[in-house]
């Protein structure tokens, strides 16, 4: 059973930087990892970006340009940088992963294994 924590998150002004941390139990080379976000009233849970074995990363349009996602595979670390920050950028912010399929990573709301969360909160 992999476990995911979280860490980095806090309070920034908007155009700062913060990164995120997510540490797995386990080694999870093979499997899809991402970073996913949830808006403090919103039930809605949105992708940030997804890494897959083989390191492609894709990130959402929001994002792109502005936030980094880097895997460190011999401490089977996540980060995701994240620069030019912006009010709607306040969330909880979440990874997850989930072994990748032969034909590649499941739909994200289908994966196994989540983190309990670190709070992101951006001021104007």
């Known amino acids: 059973q992999v476990q995911l924590v979280e860490s980095g998150g806090g309070s920034v002004q908007a155009g700062g930087s913060l990164r995120l941390s997510c540490v797995a139990s386990?080694?999870?080379?093979?499997?899809?990892l991402g970073w996913f976000r949830q808006a403090r009233l919103s039930h809605k849970r949105e992708r940030v970006g997804i890494a897959n074995g083989n390191g492609n990363i894709a990130y959402a349009d929001s994002v792109r340009g502005r936030f980094t996602i880097s895997k460190e595979r011999a401490s089977n670390t996540l980060r995701l940088q994240m620069n030019s920050l912006k009010p709607e950028d306040t969330g909880m912010y979440y990874c997850a992963a989930d072994v990748e399929q032969l034909y590649g990573c499941r739909e994200w709301t289908d994966y196994e294994h989540w983190g309990q969360g670190t709070q992101v909160t951006v001021s104007s």
């Open positions: 386990g080694s999870v080379s093979n499997y899809c």
